[in-house]
C-alpha cells in the first residue's frame, strides 16, 4: 500500500469516526475541499495535511509513514483499530 493510499485509509478512518471535512478544515486550518480531493485522489498529499491528521491520530504515525505498525508501543493501522474497537474486550481474554 502506497503512502498515498494509506492517507485515503486514514481519512475514511477519520470519517468513520464523525470527522467530516468541514471539522477536519475548522481543526486543521487546511480546507475541507482540500480534504477530499486528497481522499479521491485528485491531489497529492502533502506533508502538512499528513503532520495535521496525525495530530487527531497519533497512534497511525509508524504506519502512515512506513506502512509498518507497532502495536506493543501503540502504533497501529486503522483496520486495527477498527477491529479493536468493534471487539472491545478481545485484547483482554486470556
Known amino acids: 500500500m502506497s503512502t498515498r493510499e494509506r492517507m485515503t485509509s486514514l481519512i475514511e478512518y477519520a470519517q468513520s469516526q464523525g470527522w467530516t471535512y468541514s ?3 475548522a481543526t486543521t486550518g487546511i480546507g475541507a475541499n482540500r480534504w477530499s480531493d ?3 485522489g485528485k491531489v497529492e498529499p502533502r506533508l502538512s495535511e499528513g503532520a ?3 495530530a487527531l491520530f497519533p497512534q497511525f504515525t509508524t504506519w502512515l509513514m512506513t506502512g509498518e505498525t507497532d502495536p ?3 502504533q497501529v493501522s486503522p ?4 477491529g479493536r474497537k468493534s471487539s472491545p474486550g478481545a485484547a483482554n481474554v486470556s
Open 79 to 82: 483496520e486495527v483499530e477498527q
Open 23 to 25: 471539522r477536519l478544515a
Open 52 to 54: 495535521a491528521i496525525l
Open 38 to 40: 486528497v481522499k479521491n
Open 72 to 74: 506493543a508501543n501503540g
